[in-house]
């Protein structure tokens, strides 16, 4: 099984709901992160999770708040967030962490956000 | 400072003809580089990587790039394109500035005319 999945696939929300998005991995990946993509632009990193260890946070607002509740898993839990944070939320799982290897990243279908 | 510029934000092809996308980096020390795809309201797909094992890498899809050191370039190539080749195509290098993580292009976006 090379799958990351990620639920749900659309999610709107008004500026005060909570909400979470799931990303599960079955491949052993002992790595995986969180992405930002707008349209027509490449993926921005939010967060890497090394070893179910919070490793990079890229000065992401705290309006967004990553868990990893085990290998397998990674949520990123929303609040409050702004119509600007809409975007394609991508979750990725690697082998290992990158340092130093030639890892790939698995990419999730991602989930398209609609900040109302 | 690693980096990595993909000339071209689109590239036109007719179907058929050569696909040709172009990656250059910056980098001190020997980079690992990767070619991704991604198709509309999808995530990004590995096509191949250059791991200094050859300079020449195959990939997915009939798609390959050659590493050219004086160069500075890993160009992705395809002799002959296919409509469902029209994707976004994105360069990144593997980088370390602290920590290890991946720096992307800007993105080519491919498209295939009949």
């Known amino acids: 099984d090379t799958e990351v999945t990620q639920t749900p696939k659309h999610l709107v929300m008004g500026m005060t709901n909570k909400k979470s998005l799931k990303c599960e991995q079955h491949m052993g990946h002992r790595a995986m992160y969180w992405y930002k993509q707008k349209a027509k632009k490449p993926p921005e990193l939010m967060f890497v999770y090394s070893y179910e260890k919070l490793s990079i946070n890229e000065s992401v607002p705290s309006r967004f708040s990553p868990e990893c509740p085990n290998s397998s898993l990674l949520n990123l839990h929303l609040h409050a967030l702004q119509p600007e944070d809409s975007a394609l939320y991508l979750c990725?799982?690697?082998?290992?962490?990158?340092?130093?290897?030639?890892?790939?990243?698995?990419f999730g279908p991602g989930t398209r956000l609609t900040v109302t | 400072a690693q980096s990595v510029t993909q000339l071209g934000s689109h590239v036109s092809v007719s179907e058929g003809a050569l696909v040709l996308l172009r990656c250059n980096y910056s980098s001190s020390v020997p980079p690992y580089l990767f070619w991704y795809v991604q198709y509309p309201n999808q995530g990004l797909q590995l096509l191949l990587k250059y791991t200094s094992a050859a300079t020449l890498v195959k990939g997915i899809n009939g798609f390959e790039a050659e590493f050219k050191k004086s160069e500075t370039s890993f160009h992705l190539t395809k002799p002959s394109a296919h409509m469902s080749d029209a994707a976004e195509y994105f360069c990144a290098v593997s980088v370390s500035s602290g920590t290890y993580k991946y720096i992307f292009g800007t993105g080519t976006r491919l498209k295939v005319l009949a």
């Open positions: 990725a799982s690697s082998q290992g962490p990158l340092a130093g290897s030639s890892y790939e990243q698995y």
